[in-house]
C-alpha cells in the first residue's frame, strides 16, 4: 500500500462529538477506500495541544503529511471536513498541496452545487409552520461569498447566516430577511461539520446567542444541535466527492 487518505478537521476536544462525526466518517472511509490508508489531521492547534495532555495525539496536515513520507506513502490525498474554501483552509490545508499531495475542495467551494443544499434540508427538516436558520461560521478577516451564494439557492423560507459578527451574513442582515419573511417559528441549525462549542455557546448559549436574541425579538426557535457530520447523507457526500476523483 502506497497510497495515503488524510481527513483533515478543525478539530473537537469533545469524545462524543469526535466519535460520531470525523471517527465514522473515517470509519466509512476505510470501509470503501480499501487500498488506501487512512488517518486524520487537526488544523487546531489548540485543540491538539489541549487532547495531548489526555494522552490522545492528533497532527496537524503538515506533520500528517511528513509522517506518511517517512513512512514510505507516494500519493497523499488531503480531504478537508472545513465546507468553505475559507482562511483556515488557505492557511492550514492548501498549503500542503504538492506534487504528492492532492487536495480535495471543500464541499461548498464555487461552483455550488445545488445537491448539497438539498442533502442539507434533508437532514435539518423543518416543520410546515418553521422557516429554517442555517449558521455557519464566517471570517473575521476575509470575507466569504459562499454564504450569500447559498443564500441565492436557498429560497425565501430559508436563511443563510454566519456567527463572526465583522463577517455577512451576521446576525442583522439575517432578522432583515426575517421581517420580509413574516414568519414567527424557526428551525435553527449549525452549517457546521460538527456543532461542538459553536452550538452550545454561539448558537444556542444562554447568553448572547443566537437562540437568545431571536427569543428576545419574539420569534419561537427550535434547534438542532448536531453538525452537519452527525448524518450519514451528508458524509456520503464526501465519499462521493472521493469516488469522482
Given at each position: 500500500?502506497?497510497?495515503?487518505?488524510?481527513?483533515?478537521?478543525?478539530?473537537s476536544?469533545?469524545?462524543?462529538?469526535?466519535?460520531?462525526?470525523?471517527?465514522?466518517?473515517?470509519?466509512?472511509?476505510?470501509?470503501?477506500?480499501?487500498?488506501f490508508?487512512?488517518?486524520?489531521?487537526?488544523?487546531?492547534?489548540?485543540?491538539?495541544?489541549?487532547?495531548?495532555?489526555?494522552?490522545?495525539?492528533?497532527?496537524?496536515?503538515?506533520?500528517?503529511?511528513?509522517?506518511?513520507?517517512?513512512?514510505?506513502?507516494?500519493?497523499?490525498?488531503?480531504?478537508?471536513?472545513?465546507?468553505?474554501?475559507?482562511?483556515?483552509?488557505?492557511?492550514?490545508?492548501?498549503?500542503?498541496?504538492?506534487?504528492?499531495?492532492?487536495?480535495i475542495?471543500?464541499?461548498m467551494?464555487?461552483?455550488?452545487?445545488?445537491?448539497?443544499?438539498?442533502?442539507?434540508l434533508?437532514?435539518?427538516?423543518?416543520?410546515?409552520d418553521?422557516?429554517?436558520?442555517?449558521?455557519?461560521?464566517?471570517?473575521?478577516?476575509?470575507?466569504?461569498?459562499?454564504?450569500e451564494?447559498?443564500?441565492?439557492?436557498?429560497?425565501e423560507?430559508?436563511?443563510?447566516?454566519?456567527?463572526?459578527?465583522?463577517?455577512?451574513?451576521?446576525?442583522?442582515?439575517?432578522?432583515?430577511?426575517?421581517?420580509?419573511?413574516?414568519?414567527?417559528?424557526?428551525?435553527?441549525?449549525?452549517?457546521?461539520?460538527?456543532?461542538?462549542?459553536?452550538?452550545?455557546?454561539?448558537?444556542?448559549?444562554?447568553?448572547?446567542?443566537?437562540?437568545?436574541?431571536l427569543?428576545?425579538?419574539?420569534?419561537?426557535?427550535?434547534?438542532?444541535?448536531?453538525?452537519?457530520?452527525?448524518?450519514?447523507?451528508?458524509?456520503?457526500?464526501?465519499?462521493?466527492?472521493?469516488?469522482?476523483?
Amino acid at each position: 500500500m502506497d497510497k495515503a487518505l488524510v481527513l483533515a478537521s478543525f478539530g473537537s476536544a469533545d469524545d462524543s462529538i469526535r466519535e460520531k462525526t470525523f471517527d465514522k466518517l473515517a470509519e466509512e472511509l476505510g470501509k470503501i477506500f480499501t487500498d488506501f490508508a487512512i488517518s486524520q489531521a487537526f488544523t487546531s492547534n489548540f485543540l491538539i495541544k489541549k487532547l495531548s495532555r489526555r494522552g490522545i495525539f492528533f497532527a496537524t496536515p503538515a506533520e500528517k503529511i511528513s509522517q506518511l513520507r517517512a513512512e514510505g506513502f507516494k500519493k497523499i490525498f488531503l480531504l478537508p471536513t472545513h465546507l468553505t474554501p475559507g482562511e483556515e483552509f488557505d492557511n492550514k490545508i492548501k498549503i500542503c498541496e504538492a506534487p504528492d499531495v492532492k487536495i480535495i475542495p471543500p464541499l461548498m467551494s464555487e461552483p455550488l452545487d445545488e445537491k448539497i443544499l438539498v442533502t442539507i434540508l434533508n437532514c435539518f427538516k423543518k416543520n410546515d409552520d418553521e422557516d429554517l436558520i442555517l449558521i455557519g461560521h464566517g471570517s473575521p478577516h476575509r470575507h466569504n461569498p459562499v454564504y450569500e451564494n447559498l443564500q441565492s439557492l436557498a429560497g425565501e423560507k430559508i436563511h443563510i447566516g454566519v456567527i463572526e459578527e465583522n463577517d455577512t451574513p451576521n446576525f442583522s442582515d439575517v432578522v432583515k430577511r426575517l421581517k420580509i419573511s413574516r414568519a414567527k417559528k424557526f428551525l435553527l441549525a449549525p452549517l457546521l461539520f460538527n456543532g461542538g462549542v459553536h452550538v452550545a455557546q454561539d448558537i444556542a448559549g444562554e447568553k448572547n446567542s443566537w437562540l437568545t436574541k431571536l427569543s428576545a425579538l419574539g420569534y419561537q426557535v427550535r434547534v438542532i444541535r448536531d453538525g452537519l457530520g452527525t448524518f450519514k447523507k451528508f458524509r456520503e457526500l464526501y465519499i462521493k466527492k472521493l469516488e469522482a476523483i
